[in-house]
């Protein structure tokens, strides 16, 4: 089942799939309807939402993709951290990519290890196109092996339980009183949640970090996350100002830590590694996860938190008798042989 583009894809599809929306509940966040809903509405650049949402879909299963008349692409973009299907891969989803008949097939990130990565490389193979794979980012992770909080954090380095105490008290001097600052993370849809979001949002923007591409996309991931139980927003408020925020997404057993920030002019406060050891907290001693996710990338930081490391890579495919995929595949191997040079793979197309 193909669906084209408007504002009711989604919808329409749960109409036609109801146990869909049961299955999407099965797998990551990041591969679940609420997030494909959700990015499609309110995080995607403009010239991306000229291209046709494909949705090739069975009671198993739905591959989201995009469809920009030359390439089919997964529906992911920076605010990915995972991509693969909702459930299983739809059964004829070869004669679909037949039917479309696109030059190049771009599916990204996707976790190697999974079964549907395999399944999508064969998939691609018998629908005519030439397969191969590329790197896209390392992902720290813990496993947290049933410990409480407490003993994690016994397992951590003297440094991490030396710095946290420090920030404990340099918080507790600033404030004037142990009570003067606070730590609250909202979960739920109610009236603490547009305070909450505003707070976050007050953070970033008093943060090192870039204004978001989408500014709709993280109020309404918020949204979406509180009515389906994943919320986890953390605020660390010093004398009524918020100073630090982390926005973590809480589902099957994995919590995963999406964006953080902090306000700069309180960087001596260490408010941000205090939050994270009260996200922490949360997740091993009152969600009672399995493995806490740090996403995307290798930054040294996250090893301070984190016990293992994997990757995640793309699938990249080329119809070698068109034009359009002979050219890219060409460059895209013309950037595999210059991988020695620039260290990881990444594709050309």
Same mark, same amino acid.
């Given at each position: 089942?193909?669906?084209?583009?408007?504002?009711?894809?989604?919808?329409?599809?749960?109409?036609?799939?109801?146990?869909?929306?049961?299955?999407?509940?099965?797998?990551?966040?990041?591969?679940?309807?609420?997030?494909?809903?959700?990015?499609?509405?309110?995080?995607?650049? #403009?010239?991306?939402? /000229?291209?046709? %949402?494909?949705?090739? !879909?069975? $009671?198993? &299963?739905? *591959?989201?993709?995009?469809?920009?008349?030359?390439?089919?692409?997964?529906?992911?973009?920076?605010?990915?951290?995972?991509?693969?299907?909702?459930?299983?891969?739809?059964?004829?989803?070869?004669?679909?990519?037949?039917?479309?008949?696109? #030059?190049?097939?771009? /599916?990204?990130? %996707?976790?190697?290890? !999974?079964? $549907?990565? &395999?399944? *999508?490389?064969?998939?691609?193979?018998?629908?005519?196109?030439?397969?191969?794979?590329?790197?896209?980012?390392?992902?720290?992770?813990?496993?947290?092996?049933?410990?409480?909080?407490?003993?994690?954090?016994?397992?951590?380095?003297?440094?991490?339980?030396?710095? /946290?105490?420090?920030?404990?008290?340099?918080?507790?001097?600033?404030?004037?009183?142990?009570?003067?600052?606070?730590?609250?993370?909202?979960?739920?849809?109610?009236?603490?949640?547009?305070?909450?979001?505003?707070?976050?949002?007050?953070?970033?923007?008093?943060?090192?970090?870039?204004?978001?591409?989408?500014?709709?996309?993280?109020?309404? /991931?918020?949204?979406?996350?509180?009515?389906?139980?994943?919320?986890?927003?953390?605020?660390?408020?010093?004398?009524?100002?918020?100073?630090?925020?982390?926005?973590?997404?809480?589902?099957?057993?994995?919590?995963?830590?999406?964006?953080?920030?902090?306000?700069?002019?309180?960087?001596?406060?260490?408010?941000?590694?205090?939050?994270?050891?009260?996200?922490?907290?949360?997740?091993?001693?009152?969600?009672?996860?399995?493995?806490?996710?740090?996403?995307?990338?290798?930054?040294?930081?996250?090893?301070?938190?984190?016990?293992?490391?994997?990757?995640?890579?793309?699938?990249?495919?080329?119809?070698?008798?068109?034009?359009?995929?002979?050219?890219?595949?060409?460059?895209?191997?013309?950037?595999?042989?210059?991988?020695?040079?620039?260290?990881?793979?990444?594709?050309?197309?």
């Amino acid at each position: 089942m193909t669906l084209s583009s408007s504002p009711v894809d989604i919808a329409a599809l749960r109409a036609a799939w109801p146990a869909l929306d049961a299955v999407s509940g099965h797998g990551s966040v990041f591969c679940s309807l609420p997030w494909f809903e959700n990015l499609h509405a309110h995080g995607l650049e #403009a010239v991306r939402k /000229l291209d046709t %949402l494909l949705l090739p !879909a069975d $009671e198993q &299963g739905c *591959l989201p993709l995009l469809d920009d008349g030359a390439t089919l692409r997964g529906l992911s973009n920076y605010y990915s951290s995972l991509y693969g299907p909702v459930g299983a891969l739809p059964g004829g989803l070869v004669s679909h990519l037949k039917e479309c008949g696109r #030059a190049c097939v771009d /599916l990204h990130p %996707l976790d190697p290890c !999974a079964p $549907e990565f &395999g399944q *999508l490389k064969q998939v691609l193979t018998e629908a005519g196109y030439w397969v191969d794979d590329y790197y896209c980012f390392g992902n720290w992770y813990l496993d947290v092996e049933g410990r409480s909080f407490a003993d994690y954090l016994q397992s951590r380095s003297s440094q991490l339980r030396n710095t /946290l105490q420090r920030a404990y008290g340099k918080l507790d001097r600033a404030a004037g009183d142990p009570k003067a600052w606070r730590i609250s993370i909202q979960q739920h849809e109610d009236a603490g949640l547009e305070a909450a979001i505003a707070a976050f949002e007050h953070v970033c923007a008093m943060s090192w970090k870039s204004p978001e591409p989408q500014a709709d996309f993280i109020p309404n /991931l918020c949204r979406t996350a509180a009515r389906e139980g994943w919320l986890r927003l953390g605020v660390l408020h010093l004398d009524d100002t918020p100073i630090a925020a982390q926005l973590w997404l809480t589902h099957k057993g994995v919590a995963s830590i999406y964006k953080l920030a902090y306000d700069e002019a309180a960087t001596r406060y260490s408010a941000g590694t205090v939050l994270t050891a009260a996200m922490f907290e949360h997740a091993l001693d009152v969600d009672r996860v399995a493995e806490v996710d740090y996403l995307n990338g290798d930054e040294p930081y996250k090893q301070n938190w984190m016990s293992h490391r994997r990757e995640r890579h793309g699938i990249i495919a080329f119809d070698l008798s068109q034009w359009q995929g002979l050219k890219a595949a060409l460059r895209h191997w013309a950037g595999r042989a210059l991988r020695p040079l620039r260290g990881k793979d990444a594709p050309a197309a």
